[in-house]
């Protein structure tokens, strides 16, 4: 057998060098004639942010780790792991790497971080494209009988029961059908789609031709956001691999069905992510949202129906077709069923992509794969779910659940799965304003509770976060958000108010120090910050000072600092800096 | 400046038969153009039989498509929200304060453009810049600031 080398090769490991990390190799292993007995793997990312990230799989170790390799680690690891059989115990990945994945149950990352994304043979391998020969045997109805079945819903954010949307879907009277994935993944803070994208894009290739028979579909469609470069290239290249073994096109496998899959490139608007304004987009217009009846299913792209699924949605399919509805449903809770993957980042210590049965709870998550917070000083205030249109929890409701039922009942939502851990030193207020200013700017304007409704209560934050808030602001932001909520056309702005409903649910005393007492709990609005040194917390360890890009702040050593107004431009890297909150 | 439109035709002509591709159209005009020049949309507004306000509509609604040059080098800020919490926002302010512009601006010297991203999928490296195609991670001011000195210095500036 040969010594493999997998070498993390997704957007994050290449920005952390992990192709120099590969030439490295590559010279080394020519450099002591290894080149027949060794074969170096470009695989996805794996979903932890230790890049590069390498294993090295020999007969005798079986599989060893190196995380943060440098180029210039590898000619040690190659003498002492490759030739004399002794791992490099300095470089190997420790505890947190371990607590990382053993904390999780990965069935639809199954192959990111383990195959080359770019080899269709190396997919196959692995059970690629067994789902599809399987289905070709049976008649759709099956196929979708046996999605029904598994109880899966759509991990786009809504949790909609996908066996059903197929079978409207063939239902649906029309002669042309479409599939339609959706990888926009607008939400600030989920990256899961990209990952499975670069990592493993013939599990979603299947999953759409699978959905293609079902339905009696012979065109797809995959959206995918701009900003994913790397992930267009992958799905490019295995959409032409597909082809040539036959697995796409006319006559897949020698049989009567034809499918094919057209790339669209998004241009930049959260907003084509809902679902019918991304089937405007693809039709080349203005990507705004029309209202619902009639749905894509029976109305959809240039008015045939069109089935709309996610991409997590769509790499699920084949394992439910190889493994069975039954298995499927043995995982979860009794309505959500399965995994869902969530992208786990903010104040944690092991930030990245984390995929676990439904029904674990988030402190579970938190203090399972992702190793409990950063810095163990630092108490835990917060978590946000579902970016823009989810809300934010305190830690009092992380033993809820993870199931779509629980999450609506706090008021949050599942959304895509972006999870934020956030401490001190994150303002409830910021938070709620942050996203409104992501949504007011990604408000299409179509319909006038999202462009106004939304704009009114941004405006009404601005005022509460710069020292201007007033007692009736809440009950403002109350009926404002409600209202907008119910009367909005979109699931942009159905859900745009959540940040800020949930922040005055959960939060209350945040926003009435803003507004009674003028000062920001956790000093981050800047209107509201002194920047000044309170002596009575500060420790004198001079952190403020080397972080000070303008050299504002004088400390001598055992000597409190002093921050010099004049100088100051107000930039808040010392209250960064700071762990005991000595600045305000 | 005039700017050569025989690109624009050879676009306009590889797309003109099939239906629904203006805005693939539109993204190889940016492409190779770096914007999408006034001057092309007219044309392509006569050549497709539509109206200039429409390819305008379109151009507008995205927030890909620029309608004036660009600076040498594009500077992403993530403003997403892991970003947002690690300190995104500081460092978004912090290179408006050096560079004199805001957000979607370019400097006067046209060596850097300015630009804030939703969110660029890098969660874990948090807070993120990218300078033309090169992530920056775990980002802080200091680190920045000499990132754009180097990127200055390089330009003989
Ligand atoms: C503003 C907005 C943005 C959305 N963005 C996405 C997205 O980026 N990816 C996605 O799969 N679904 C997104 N959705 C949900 C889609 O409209 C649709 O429900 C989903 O693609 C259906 O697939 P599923 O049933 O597999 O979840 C978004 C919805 C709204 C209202």
């Not at chain 1, 952390?16 to 590559?26: L, N, P, Q, R, W």
């Not at chain 1, 241009?267 to 217009?285: K, M, P, Q, Y």
């Not at chain 1, 710069?466 to 009950?475: A, W």
Request: proline share 5%; with cysteine; aromatic share 8%.
């Amino acid at each position: 057998m040969k010594f493999k080398i997998l070498i993390c090769m997704g957007t994050s490991g290449i920005s952390a060098g992990a192709e120099e990390v590969a030439k490295a190799f590559e010279t080394e292993l020519k450099r002591k004639n290894l080149m027949d007995k060794c074969k170096i793997v470009r695989v996805g990312d794996r979903g932890l942010f230790r890049d590069p990230l390498v294993d090295i799989i020999t007969p005798e170790l079986g599989r060893v780790t190196y995380e943060y390799t440098k180029p210039e680690d590898v000619p040690q690891i190659v003498e002492e792991h490759l030739l004399q059989g002794k791992p490099v115990e300095r470089l190997r990945a420790g505890k947190d790497y371990e607590q990382f994945f053993s904390g999780q149950m990965r069935i639809v990352l199954s192959n990111c971080g383990e195959i080359d994304p770019e080899d269709i043979d190396d997919y196959i391998a692995h059970g690629g494209y067994d789902a599809l020969k399987k289905v070709l045997f049976s008649a759709p109805e099956k196929v979708i009988d046996e999605i029904e079945k598994s109880g899966l819903r759509g991990r786009g954010g809504a949790g909609f029961p996908t066996g059903l949307k197929w079978r409207f879907c063939k239902e649906a009277k029309g002669d042309v059908k479409y599939v339609v994935c959706n990888a926009d993944e607008g939400d600030p803070g989920a990256f899961m789609d990209r990952s499975i994208l670069e990592g493993d894009p013939h599990s979603v290739l299947e999953g759409m031709i699978i959905a293609g028979y079902a339905i009696g579909a012979t065109k797809g469609f995959i959206y995918c956001r701009a900003e994913y470069p790397l992930a267009v290239k992958r799905l490019n290249i295995a959409i032409s691999q597909a082809r040539e073994k036959g697995l796409l096109g006319d006559n897949i496998l020698n049989g009567s069905f034809s499918f094919d899959i057209t790339i669209v490139q998004g241009a930049g608007a959260f907003v084509c992510g809902e679902e019918t304004a991304l089937l405007a987009s693809i039709e080349g217009r203005r990507g705004t949202p029309r209202p619902r009846p009639p749905f894509p299913a029976q109305k959809g792209l240039w008015g045939k129906p069109t089935l709309i699924n996610n991409v997590e949605t769509f790499a699920n399919i084949r394992h439910i077709i190889v493994k069975g509805a039954e298995w499927f449903s043995s995982i979860g809770t009794e309505k959500s069923k399965g995994t869902k993957v969530f992208a786990l980042a903010g104040k944690v210590k092991n930030t990245g992509l984390v995929e676990v049965p439904m029904g674990t709870t988030i402190r579970e998550l938190i203090y399972g794969p992702g190793g409990g917070m950063k810095k163990k000083r630092v108490k835990l205030k917060g978590v946000q779910i579902g970016g823009p249109s989810g809300g934010c929890l305190p830690e009092s409701l992380l033993d809820i659940p993870i199931d779509y039922e629980s999450i609506n009942q706090t008021g949050a939502i599942m959304g895509s799965g972006g999870m934020i851990v956030m401490d001190e030193k994150t303002c409830m207020v910021d938070i709620a304003k942050f996203f409104l200013n992501f949504t007011v700017a990604e408000s299409c304007g179509k319909c006038l509770p999202c462009r106004i409704g939304l704009k009114r209560m941004l405006e009404v934050l601005e005022e509460i976060t710069e020292g201007r808030g007033k007692e009736e602001h809440i009950s403002f932001l109350q009926e404002m958000g409600n209202t907008v909520k119910a009367t909005a056309l979109c699931g942009l702005g159905n859900t745009a108010p959540n940040p800020v409903l949930t922040t005055l649910k959960y939060f209350p005393d945040e926003y009435e120090a803003h507004i009674r007492d003028k000062i920001c709990p956790s000093h981050v609005c800047t209107e509201l910050v002194k920047f000044e040194v309170v002596e009575e917390k500060c420790v004198k360890c001079g952190l403020c000072y080397k972080a000070c890009p303008t050299g504002a702040i004088e400390w001598k050593k055992k000597e409190y600092p002093r921050i010099n107004k004049e100088k100051c431009i107000k930039c808040k890297a010392c209250i960064g800096a700071c762990d005991y909150g000595a600045i305000q | 400046m005039k700017i050569d439109l025989s690109n624009t035709r050879k676009i306009i002509r590889q797309y003109s038969e099939k239906k629904g591709l203006l805005i693939p159209l539109l993204q190889e005009i940016q492409a190779t153009y770096g914007y999408v020049p006034k001057e092309s949309v007219e044309l392509i507004a006569k050549e497709l039989s539509i109206f200039p306000v429409e390819i305008y509509g379109i151009l507008t609604f995205y927030a890909q498509f620029y309608l004036t040059p660009r600076g040498k080098h594009t500077i992403k800020v993530c403003q997403g929200t892991a970003c947002h919490v690690m300190g995104g926002k500081e460092i978004l302010d912090y290179l408006s304060n050096k560079l004199g512009i805001s957000e979607g601006e370019t400097t006067k010297d046209g060596v850097f453009s300015l630009e804030r991203v939703a969110c660029l999928g890098c969660c874990g490296m948090a807070p993120v810049v990218v300078i033309d195609n090169n992530f920056y991670g775990r980002c802080t001011i200091q680190k920045v600031d000499a990132l754009i000195e180097k990127y200055y210095s390089e330009e003989g500036k």
